[in-house]
């Protein structure tokens, strides 16, 4: 493998190690450690040469203008929020013909993965169904090798069934203990890229098409009819996730911007440059009160920006759907 191929692989590497702690960390925890920064920053600052925050607050009503501004800003933002939301899962609702019709094409695709797979019913629980899922596209690829059996024109395709049964059976471990409504159901089959998958199987079936028997030919159409079906499986998963994402940001921030709404109410009604004197560790008590009422009115944009920080950056890893590649692998150089 060249060098270059070693650094997008040590880069790609380092995005999704990074990119992990970020969708895996709990929210709630990322949100407070995020607005704990913000607060040490402005109690920080105060102790840098710039004109005490005491004097503003005297001066220039440095209460009554931050306070007052933080609630319209909240009242503005939580509304829009909320609203847009609303509007993104008011397309679950419609006439009884639109419910008949999803209702059909589910039991038409769940039929049509108990055919490819051979079985009578397969579970209706998300992260079983997806275990189900990859377990068939294992016994698929196991089926497969059977049949090239030892020919040494094949080790190609030997070795694409042998780094494919290694992802399915890492998928089928991470869903075991995964219940769906958390994250894990998601991240468990994110990193599986059927797409290149699909294309990989397809490229060396055609560059091998001679060598490749008929019990070859019928194994790689199967193999590759299960690997199609788990990209509208995992996809509408997804949907589902993002819109039970989108119910919980809606509630998250209806339950954050009341107390915050109550806390800047009474921070611009009854405090000023007069109220608080003395210090608290050697810092203006004003400046801690200040700097945590702050902290208490930006939480619902913070915890809005985690939020959709996470439902970001999945879509963007899973944006397009079939035999397309968008982002940049660490495949061999003579399979691209």
């Not at 607005?35 to 005490?52: D, K, R």
């Not at 890229?193 to 079936?205: D, G, K, M, P, V």
């Not at 079906?229 to 911007?257: D, V």
Request: proline share 2%.
């Amino acid at each position: 493998m060249s060098d270059s191929t070693d650094s997008v692989g040590s880069r790609i590497s380092g995005h999704r190690y990074w990119s992990g702690i970020v969708l895996r960390a709990n929210r709630w925890a990322l949100s407070g450690a995020i607005l704990l920064v913000v607060f040490g920053l402005l109690v920080g600052a105060s102790q840098l040469s710039l004109t005490p925050f005491r004097e503003i607050a005297a001066d220039r009503d440095g209460f009554q203008l931050l306070f007052t501004a933080f609630i319209g800003a909240i009242i503005t933002g939580t509304s829009i929020v909320v609203t847009i939301n609303q509007l993104v899962l008011s397309q679950e609702l419609g006439a009884v013909g639109d419910q008949r019709s999803r209702m059909r094409e589910s039991v038409e695709f769940r039929a049509d993965v108990e055919d490819k797979l051979s079985t009578a019913t397969v579970s209706p629980e998300p992260a079983a169904f997806l275990s189900e899922l990859t377990d068939g596209i294992r016994d698929r690829s196991e089926t497969l090798q059977q049949t090239i059996g030892e020919d040494s024109e094949l080790t190609a395709l030997d070795g694409y069934i042998g780094r494919l049964q290694t992802a399915t059976e890492q998928v089928t471990g991470n869903l075991e203990a995964a219940q769906f409504g958390t994250f894990e159901v998601l991240w468990a089959v994110l990193d599986f890229n059927y797409s290149e998958q699909i294309y990989e199987l397809r490229r060396i079936h055609h560059d091998h098409a001679a060598a490749c028997s008929a019990d070859t030919d019928e194994a790689i159409e199967e193999l590759l009819e299960v690997l199609q079906l788990f990209g509208p499986a995992r996809e509408h998963f997804k949907t589902l996730y993002f819109q039970w994402e989108l119910i919980n940001l809606s509630r998250a921030l209806l339950y954050i911007s009341v107390p915050a709404l109550a806390v800047m109410g009474g921070l611009s009604m009854y405090i000023d440059a007069a109220a608080l004197t003395g210090t608290v560790g050697g810092i203006d008590s004003l400046v801690i009160v200040a700097a945590a009422g702050f902290t208490v009115g930006i939480a619902p944009f913070v915890v809005f920006a985690v939020f959709i920080l996470r439902i970001a950056s999945v879509a963007k890893r899973t944006l397009a759907m079939g035999p397309f590649i968008l982002q940049e692998t660490n495949r061999e150089p003579e399979s691209r």
